[in-house]
């Protein structure tokens, strides 16, 4: 009953690094659980580093679009800060997701981008 590790399933969309450009995450297949939330971890900024954070959905893992603002609960950051975590519920119907870290200006940020899957069909989760 308290062993949440196994009725979860984690995949890392950005890995965690220090991006100096527009970072377009993986797609992560949802398929086999019922929610998914998306959670941005961040590092330094150096030189002002002004990253956007969005989520976008696919039918396919090849045609991603941003994901509607009704689709998601809990709002991501417009701007990332320095030393935070950000999350957002993703409550599309889509088979896959993926984060975009988009770079505005400045110079890097250190950030990874974590999708947790959870309401696993099939338990334990691998």
Same mark, same amino acid.
């Given at each position: 009953m308290r062993d949440l590790?196994?009725?979860l399933g984690f995949v890392q969309s950005v890995v965690p690094a220090v991006l100096t450009a527009t970072a377009t995450g993986t797609g992560v297949d949802l398929l086999g659980f019922d929610s998914?939330?998306?959670?941005? =971890? +961040?590092? #330094?900024i150096a030189g002002s580093g002004n990253f956007t954070p969005k989520v976008q959905e696919s039918d396919d893992n090849v045609t991603f679009t941003d994901v509607a603002a009704g689709d998601l609960t809990g709002a991501l950051p417009a701007v990332l800060l320095? =030393? +935070?975590? #950000?999350?957002?519920?993703?409550?599309?119907?889509?088979?896959?997701?993926?984060?975009?870290?988009?770079l505005n200006s400045g110079t890097s940020i250190a950030a990874s981008v974590l999708v947790?899957?959870?309401?696993?069909?099939?338990?334990?989760?691998?």
């Open positions: 590790a196994h009725n998914a939330a998306v959670v941005i =971890s +961040t590092g #330094a320095a =030393s +935070t975590t #950000a999350k957002a519920s993703y409550i599309g119907n889509k088979r896959y997701i993926r984060s975009v870290l988009t947790t899957k959870g309401h696993a069909s099939s338990r334990p989760v691998a």
